[in-house]
């Protein structure tokens, strides 16, 4: 009786969302679907074959809304979802919405206030110049240390102003929504984009203290800032510490990309400092890539990074062919490699274990539609 009673509310929820959007065409469902066949050549000791949704993009459905207010003002809002297309669970932890949840007001003149969860200002001006995703879902930096593969933050207010002469920025604050802790557990960002004919540029800096990572799961590294995270034999690997909580977490990115003709080459560095207990470590990334357009239906891309930290380094190799059969569907082949330093167990993506060598590549054959 319950389920039936939840199906009707749905139903009627869902009715009402689609007599809006008819009755004032500002209400749009949207999503994306993304499978493929992926192998992985080491995850934990072992190849992998596997049928794996939401690696290019996320897999995802969300209602996106607008009202004319008047006078050039307007009340928007997103709501969005991700899910698991081979199992049909709930992605991001479970959470109905956990792509993004946020309502606010946009001005023609003056920009937009948004609050809730959302993107944050590295994703709305550096994530694109992360050329290796482009080529791979595989193709992110090491970890996402320094949130490039397009993070959220939640209990956030973020202003995004109009573009004017090229220029737009923004600045974000995310509440701890903690009693009696401010600070700890907030964060803040800021950052701006600048557009002139094929020149592209973005610049984002963010400070996040008290957000804890993942150093074996994340970076495949024993030993971080001195304490054993993980235990690491030929055959097994134990993760010791899944949330390493950090005093300091300093984020700076600069990228930008320039097209020539049917040719769009691509470049970023991000700075990320990370203190524990008076300790301070830096990790730089370096990154160029381009992407080859040479006709409408067709995509060929290819990327190098570079990534250091407390003395280790991690080189990558990403690239990817695409075939546009139509503006919605896509289907692509992309394949990626790794190799670390002595002692480390590399990553790719962050969506797999790490491998037991310091080194792993995958390829991957797969779809992506749009509706």
């Not at 993980?230 to 899944?242: G, P, R």
């Not at 490699?337 to 002595?342: D, F, N, V, W």
Request: charged content about 15%.
């Amino acid at each position: 009786m319950k389920n039936w009673v939840g199906a009707v509310v749905a139903f009627g929820w869902l009715a009402s969302a689609t007599d809006l959007a008819h009755a004032q065409s500002s209400v749009a469902l949207y999503g994306l679907i993304d499978e493929g066949y992926t192998y992985v050549s080491n995850i934990g000791g072992h190849s992998s074959n596997a049928l794996a949704s939401g690696i290019a993009h996320g897999d995802r459905w969300g209602l996106r809304g607008t009202e004319d207010l008047g006078g050039g003002l307007s009340a928007i809002f997103d709501l969005e979802g991700g899910f698991n297309l081979n199992t049909g669970a709930t992605g991001n932890g479970g959470a109905i919405f956990g792509r993004q949840a946020w309502v606010g007001l946009q001005s023609q003149k003056w920009g937009a206030v948004t609050a809730g969860d959302q993107y944050d200002i590295i994703s709305d001006y550096m994530c694109d110049y992360n050329v290796g995703f482009y080529a791979s879902g595989y193709g992110i930096h090491e970890g996402d240390i320094d949130r490039m593969e397009c993070d959220r933050l939640p209990n956030a207010v973020k202003y995004t102003s109009p573009r004017i002469g090229g220029f737009k920025g923004g600045i974000m604050y995310s509440f701890s929504n903690v009693p009696g802790s401010f600070h700890t557990g907030s964060a803040w960002e800021v950052g701006g984009s600048y557009i002139f004919g094929p020149l592209h540029l973005g610049v984002a800096w963010a400070s996040l203290p008290g957000k804890s990572i993942d150093p074996y799961g994340q970076l495949g590294t024993p030993v971080f800032f001195g304490q054993a995270v993980a235990t690491v034999t030929s055959t097994k690997a134990t993760d010791l510490n899944t949330a390493f909580v950090l005093n300091k977490y300093n984020i700076f990115a600069v990228g930008g990309s320039y097209k020539f003709g049917k040719v769009t080459v691509m470049a970023n560095f991000t700075n990320t400092e990370l203190g524990y207990h008076g300790m301070t470590s830096y990790m730089h990334v370096f990154e160029g890539g381009a992407i080859y357009n040479p006709t409408p239906a067709w995509g060929l891309i290819a990327s190098a990074q570079h990534d250091a930290l407390q003395g280790h380094a991690w080189n990558q190799v990403s690239a990817g062919v695409q075939y546009y059969l139509s503006k919605r569907t896509t289907v692509y082949v992309s394949g990626d490699y790794i190799k670390a330093s002595a002692g480390v167990n590399p990553e790719l993506g962050w969506f797999v274990n790490p491998s037991l060598t310091n080194k792993q590549m995958d390829a991957r054959l797969g779809i992506t539609h749009k509706f």
